[in-house]
Every structure is written in structure tokens, then in C-alpha cells.
């Protein structure tokens, strides 16, 4: 039952140019998705968000991206530093009393310098 | 700035063995979660709790498992009788309202069962 899918588990960028990770989901009631990013042994760390009412978000070198027909979003990061270099982990919730998270699989980014 | 707070960073037990993972989470938030992640696999919901009670639970969080906000600081879970299976990094969360909003993590608890 994988209702936030990854498909890409790695991703190696040249400091200075755009990294792009994406994710897919199949569940129509999610209304809110979130990129996270993990560092090994710490807790998920929030980036960003987008609301399913807009197809843009922007936060300084980080904007997310959402395309509802297609039910899919992405994470545009530019320019790519080395610090980046993490597991993002997609993830989105649905409108209910509890709006817990269903996170996708992760994707590690590497940013070469 | 404000922080989700989980003790034990790591803990050891023997199958069979009650453990409680403790969570301070952030002071004003009022929504509580708790999260597990099995080695090499995705970041998996177990229990959302609200005003002194469970909101929702997945189907991970049967009866070898609770959770209680003890006081107005802490949010612990508890595995009564520890499997193999039940190794992993545990989560917990807070959110200070029910959303659409981000929910804040702690750094984590590795649960090893041996």
C-alpha cells in the first residue's frame, strides 16, 4: 500500500546546479504535502510545504512544485550545496482528525562538490 | 528555538521486556505522534494522540503497545512484551494544531531487541 511513492532511492548533483527529486501519490484525499530532510541517526527535519490549493511554493533555494492531475510533486533545490546532502523524505496528510503523515521512501541526495 | 526532546537516544532490551520511550514535546503543541522506522524502510505512522486520548492508530499499534501524556510535559510510548521485530528508530512528534501544518520530530530512539 504505497499511497507516497520515491521511485528514485539516490540522487548526485554537482554543487551549483538544480537537484530535483520527485514523488507520486495515488490517495485523492491528501490535501497537504511536505518535504522532510534526514540526516543518519537525527529525527526528519521540516523543509517545506505546499497546500493541494497551490501548485507553487518557494522558500529561499527551495520550492516545491505540485501537479494534482498528474498527483505529483517535486523539489526543486537551487543552487545545491554540499550541506544538502541528506534523505528527503516526501510526505503528505489528509483531511481527518488526526492529520498524520504517510511519507514516501526517501530519496539520498548527494551534492558533489 | 523550541525542540522535540526523546529519551533514551538508544535502548537495549531483551525479547519479552517492557520499554518506555519518553517524548517532551514542544510546549504550546497540542497534537502528539509517534512514528517508527525499521531499518531500510520508510518512516511508518503508529498513534496520534489529542486531548488526553488516542485519535487514531494504525494497524501497527495493537494491544503490546500505549501511550499516555503522564503529566503536562511528557508523552511516552510503551511496548509490553518487546519482539525482534519491534527494532527500529522511534519517532515522536508535536504539532501545534490539527493543520494542514508541518508536525516537529526528535531525534530519534533506536530500539534494538536482542
Known amino acids: 500500500d504505497q499511497q507516497v511513492k520515491q521511485n528514485s532511492p539516490s540522487l548526485s548533483v554537482q554543487e551549483g546546479r538544480i537537484s530535483i527529486l520527485n514523488c507520486d501519490y495515488t490517495?485523492?484525499?491528501?490535501?497537504?504535502f511536505l518535504w522532510y530532510k534526514k540526516y543518519p541517526a537525527e529525527g526528519p527535519t521540516f523543509l517545506i510545504s505546499i497546500s493541494s490549493i497551490k501548485d507553487k511554493n518557494e522558500d529561499g533555494r527551495f520550492t516545491v512544485f505540485l501537479n494534482k492531475s498528474a498527483k505529483h510533486l517535486s523539489l526543486h533545490i537551487v543552487p545545491s550545496q554540499p550541506g544538502d546532502s541528506a534523505v528527503y523524505f516526501c510526505?503528505?496528510?489528509?483531511?481527518?482528525?488526526?492529520?498524520?503523515?504517510?511519507f514516501g521512501s526517501g530519496t539520498q541526495l548527494t551534492v558533489l562538490p | 528555538e523550541p525542540e522535540v526532546t526523546q529519551t533514551p537516544s538508544h535502548q537495549v532490551t531483551q525479547m519479552g521486556q517492557e520499554v518506555i520511550l519518553r517524548c517532551v514535546p514542544i510546549?504550546?503543541?497540542?497534537?502528539f505522534y509517534w512514528y517508527r522506522q525499521i531499518l531500510g524502510q520508510k518512516v511508518e505512522f503508529l498513534v496520534s494522540?489529542?486531548?488526553?486520548?488516542?485519535?487514531?492508530k494504525s494497524e501497527i499499534f495493537d494491544d503490546q503497545f500505549s501511550v499516555e501524556r503522564p503529566d503536562g510535559s511528557n508523552f511516552t510510548l510503551k511496548i509490553r512484551s518487546t519482539k525482534l521485530e519491534d527494532s527500529a528508530m522511534y519517532f515522536c512528534a508535536s504539532m501545534f494544531i490539527r493543520g494542514p501544518t508541518e508536525a516537529f520530530f526528535g531525534q530519534g530512539t533506536r530500539l534494538t531487541v536482542v
Open positions: 490517495n485523492s484525499m491528501f490535501d497537504y
Open positions: 510546549s504550546n503543541h497540542l497534537y
Open positions: 510526505a503528505a496528510s489528509e483531511i481527518g482528525a488526526a492529520r498524520q503523515l504517510t
Open positions: 494522540f489529542y486531548n488526553n486520548e488516542i485519535s487514531e
